[in-house]
């Protein structure tokens, strides 16, 4: 497989918004993982999705994988959120030309599939202690468990749920983003949504399509 990663360009920002429109819209419909089938004690090993975004001179392609081997040895409650992302650039107009997607290109992809992927957030209060377990739902049949959070009774707000469930989130998914602003964010708009009934946003309005640049005539 061809890979010149050091004469690659990377993709100009208009691109970059493009694929995030692009990726946010495709997984608004699936869970961020397809059913995790067990056999003789052993999950599915295939457990992933893949996007592909066309452009008019690249193809970019976006993985997201179930990182089995790390909960086939790992104890429970898991330690991270299971999950690996990778992705590749294909240069149609050179060709052979292809490379792995920079690190700025997964971060902002990786939030754009986090933010549209069905990713149903459950937080309920245990019976007897005065606390509220928070889960992570990846597919039809798995669930992560996220951390706890006190139960202050009415003097928990909605923003106080979400910085809490959020950061509960984070803190299982540092791996998923550049820095602790982009990952609270992500998750903090999520919970939002998932537990408050917050409207979801266009893919416009967080990637705005940039206006053509108009030409005007000087004088010299």
Wanted: glycine content about 4%.
């Amino acid at each position: 497989m061809a890979d010149f990663s050091v004469s690659a360009p990377p993709l100009g920002e208009a691109e970059v918004f493009e694929v995030c429109r692009a990726l946010y819209d495709a997984s608004a419909e699936d869970f961020i993982l397809p059913p995790l089938l067990r056999s003789a004690e052993r999950l599915s090993r295939v457990s992933g999705r893949t996007y592909v975004v066309e452009e008019k001179f690249k193809r970019i392609r976006f993985c997201i994988e179930f990182d089995r081997d790390f909960v086939e040895t790992a104890k429970f409650p898991l330690a991270k959120i299971p999950i690996t992302f990778s992705g590749r650039v294909f240069y149609l107009e050179i060709g052979g030309l292809e490379r792995e997607l920079y690190d700025n290109e997964l971060y902002a992809f990786i939030s754009a599939f986090i933010l549209g992927a069905k990713a149903p957030i459950i937080v309920e209060k245990y019976s007897v202690f005065p606390y509220y377990k928070i889960t992570l739902q990846l597919s039809s049949t798995f669930f992560v468990e996220c951390g706890e959070m006190l139960d202050q009774g009415a003097d928990l707000r909605a923003d106080m749920v979400c910085d809490r469930v959020s950061m509960s989130l984070y803190n299982k998914s540092k791996h998923f983003f550049r820095n602790s602003h982009q990952g609270l964010a992500v998750w903090s708009a999520r919970a939002a949504q998932e537990l408050f009934g917050a409207p979801r946003p266009s893919a416009e309005a967080l990637w705005p399509i940039a206006e053509p640049q108009s030409e005007t005539a000087t004088d010299e």
